[in-house]
């Protein structure tokens, strides 16, 4: 990304300048599909929406910087480079994910990374389970492909992807792009960005499923109004219908970064197994792009052909979001990623997944930390884990002294 800044802010040429926003995309693109993924495998259950969350709040914060530059020699270029070299410097500094290390037979690192994460002992009941859970992930689930992404086996794979990329896709065609390329008021940016801190506050409470519901539903009354102000703006000629559709055009943003702003990009992280996790983040991140273009390119015709009907898709497409989350989009607070990986397994179609979620006992509390009959378990663990390392190196020992 750095590079491909670089190479925009000295373009002299429009194909300089083009091969510079394609360097720019790869970087983009490879960063918004495996920083979700990293964030969630790092994090503790009951702080990994508000990290995640995170992520959607400095989205809009970079459309704010992008209109305050607006006009300015070398506008958006200049934060770009500053910010892509900050990431490349900071990322040697960042642990790799436990998850991943131990697919890779590293487990010792592992180990290390999960004591340095939680700030807890090696020995601890709560690191060892939390080994424990993951090695046994990891044991059943070999290495993922592409082709992995659509099969339909014991841990419904293909069931989980599409969640991910339904829960990208529903962002864009929400009709959020009909407001942020092309209403340009820096006030409607910043208003965003205020808005959007409030979820980073209130994920691990409310969860997942009540924000994307209050979201979708505060979103298809808000393109309502807006399609009803516009008709009494451009068809009746009520200059007084203005006013109205201002505000509402606030409203909708406030109840976008509220239930789908950070969601996007921490759900379809938490909900895939750990094989297919880098492939299906990929997957799901090119919905966010591919409809993301679909709608800014389509907005202005649809708006020159139709006029305030377009308001009026919008609406209908957030209306049908609602049942949509409601039946098939399981909750995921407080829940390790390995816990999802065992209630999707007992699903056994679409529509009991969500069921499934609300009947499994969760195994950590709000505050992160695993519950008595839990603890108990992960404690009876680490003892039979010591009596094992004990009795291998007794054995080590009285080989050593045969051979002697």
Known sequence: MATGALLQSTAYSLPHFIVGR??????NGRNTSTVPTWQSESAKAHDRGKMVMIEGMLITGGHVIHRRKRGLPGGFLSPSRLCSLSLFSARFNLPESPRWLVMKGRTDEALEILEYLNEKSRNDPYIKNELLSIEKTVKEMNKGSYRSLFKMNEHREFHRVALAYVNQMF????????ITYYLLAACNGTEHLMAAFIP?????KAGRRPLMLFGAAGMSISMAVLAGTNYCLTVLNDSRAGI???VFLFVFNTFFAIGWLGMTWLYPAEIVPLRIRAPT??????ANWIFNFMVVMSTPVAFQNIGYKTSVIFAVINTFMFPCVYFFFPETRYRSLEELDAIFKKSTNVFNAVTISVKEPYRYDKHGELKPEYLEEAMRHASVDVHIAGAKFEGDKSGNEVKA
């Open 22 to 27: 394609i360097i720019t995309g790869v970087g």
């Open 171 to 178: 962002q864009q065609i929400s009709g959020i792009n009909l």
């Open 200 to 204: 980073n506050f209130i994920i691990e």
């Open 244 to 246: 109205g559709q201002a």
């Open 281 to 286: 983040n990929a997957l799901s991140t090119s």
